[in-house]
């Protein structure tokens, strides 16, 4: 980890890390844009495993599977069936679930970086990358909706059925701004402030040991393994956490589909 408890000018004091410190300098600057930085190779770098990976499990599609084979089937049945399937519907769900499955391991691997030494980046600890894919969904399933209801969609989607004509001034425009303004920023905000909140904790504990290890006092210097003690169990919760959003954000992007699909019945 980069050193970032720096002694202050008016000496010994700590200096924290910031959100800036998440924002490393370009690999390959060009113009007056940021260029190529790590977050993209990072992007990259996860297309090209992911794909090596599933595309190697299916190569030999062997009807008693072996390891990696079986690890990939394990894969693609957990989004198939415990986000697909059970919330889309037998019906309507398979020509979903590409959709859905690419989610999920796409933002699963660039959490994961996060926690893995020298990478130490977690993609979505920045928010453009977060809104493309809150972008695409809103897009999905709005697409989805019209496709299936037509123009009446949007009147599904911010008119409740079964509620009095009085109330529906206030009603409707709740609804419009529900679903179709603050779903997708909460959809993308949620993704990005965990990663960047977790990340940001890691750092700082990782920089306040350094701190209290070069200081004199022997009491600073013990206390370093308190807060070392305390840094792992947070670089636990942070992996989990990276798991957790990647089930979220996937698990959520089901719900605005099925919700599409049978707006009518809402």
Known sequence: MIALALPAQDGGG?????????????????????????????????????????????????????????????????????????????????????????????????????????????????????YVLAAIVYLTWIGIGVKKHGLRYFKLATVPSGVPWYILPIVVPIEIISNFLVRPVTHSL????????????VMLAG??????????????????????AGAIAMYMLEALIMVLQAYVFTLLTAIYIEGALHADAH
């Open 14 to 130: 700590f200096t924290p890390p910031g959100i800036e410190d998440l924002h490393l300098p370009a690999i390959l600057p060009w113009g007056a844009a940021d260029g190529f930085s790590k977050q993209m190779l990072l992007v990259i770098l996860s297309a090209v495993l992911l794909a090596a990976f599933f595309l190697a499990a299916a190569r030999r599609g062997a009807m008693v599977p072996g390891k990696l084979q079986f690890v990939g089937e394990m894969a693609y049945g957990f989004v198939r069936n415990s986000i697909g399937k059970d919330i889309i519907g037998g019906r309507d769900f398979m020509k979903y679930v590409p959709l859905l499955f690419s989610l999920f391991f796409f933002i699963l691997v660039n959490n994961i970086y996060g926690a893995i030494p020298l990478l130490q980046l977690p993609t979505f600890s920045h928010v453009g990358g977060a």
């Open 190 to 201: 949620r993704l990005f402030a965990t990663m960047l909140a977790g990340h940001l904790i």
């Open 207 to 228: 920089s306040g040991i350094e701190f209290l290890v070069t200081q004199e006092n022997v009491l600073l210097k013990g206390a370093s393994l308190l807060v070392l």
